[in-house]
């Protein structure tokens, strides 16, 4: 079965300190990955998305996550993380013509100022 | 401005009363979608929708119904609440599905329903 399983579920870090959040995913065949962003009492934003081509995606705001498909993975990284970045981050991944879009558990970073 | 909208934003009913949540979208995308948003559980698909007239379950479609009578409106629909309903729950749409060339979804802000 198509599963996105994220293994850290709550990260504290210090600001400055460096960022990386697991994501690993069970896809048969081609796989679209996303992560999203919810900050506090928001809505989810996208914040990069691998669907083909170089393994290494950037996204907005420093971010960016590289996939592995030997390891089943697409971890998302930040050199220095900012008090801004508090929030909560989630893993998706999609396949093929299916509408099914398959979510993680979600991970809460909290960054102390 | 290209948006989501979702209605209400908050709503705390009874058990077995109907209610819907509408959803509606600007950008003329084809796909849309409903998540209900758990602790520990991260989002869950309900109901999805391809275009208009064309629906298909998710994930935990159980106690709900959706329809897609026009391109911009895709209402959430329980026709009978059940406390274990009680969540937060998100619209999505995007032009295409989100596994045809890694289409990003456009969330709403969110319904906060409970059900007592």
């Known amino acids: 079965a198509q599963s996105v399983s994220q293994h850290n579920h709550h990260v504290i870090l210090s600001e400055a300190a460096s960022l990386e959040l697991g994501c690993n995913y069970s896809?048969?065949?081609?796989?679209?990955l996303f992560w999203y962003v919810q900050y506090p009492g928001q809505h989810l934003q996208l914040l990069l998305k691998?669907?083909?081509?170089?393994?290494l995606v950037k996204g907005i705001k420093g971010f960016e996550a590289e996939f592995i498909k030997s390891k089943f993975s697409f971890n998302l990284r930040k050199p220095s993380v900012q008090w801004s970045d508090t929030a909560e981050y989630f893993c998706?991944?999609?396949?093929?013509?299916?509408?099914?879009?398959?979510f993680g558990q979600g991970t809460t970073l909290q960054v102390k100022p | 401005e290209a948006q989501v909208t979702q209605n209400p934003r908050y709503l705390i009913t009874v058990t077995g009363k109907k209610l819907t949540v509408t959803c509606s979208q600007n950008?003329?995308?084809?796909?849309m979608s409903w998540y209900r948003q758990d602790p520990g559980l991260g989002l869950r698909q309900i109901y999805y929708?391809?275009?208009?007239?064309?629906?298909d379950k998710g994930d935990v479609p159980e106690g709900y119904k959706v329809s897609r009578k026009e391109k911009r409106n895709f209402p959430l629909i329980l026709e009978s609440p059940s406390p274990n309903q009680t969540s937060l729950y998100f619209c999505?749409?995007?032009?295409?599905?989100?596994?045809?060339?890694?289409?990003?979804?456009?969330f709403g802000d969110g319904t906060r329903l409970s059900i007592l």
């Open positions: 929708s391809m275009n208009v007239e064309v629906t």
């Open positions: 998706a991944g999609a396949s093929g013509n299916t509408g099914k879009l398959i």
């Open positions: 950008m003329n995308h084809e796909y």
């Open positions: 896809y048969g065949g081609t796989v679209n």
């Open positions: 691998y669907f083909s081509g170089d393994p």
């Open positions: 999505a749409s995007s032009l295409k599905p989100s596994g045809r060339g890694g289409q990003p979804q456009h």
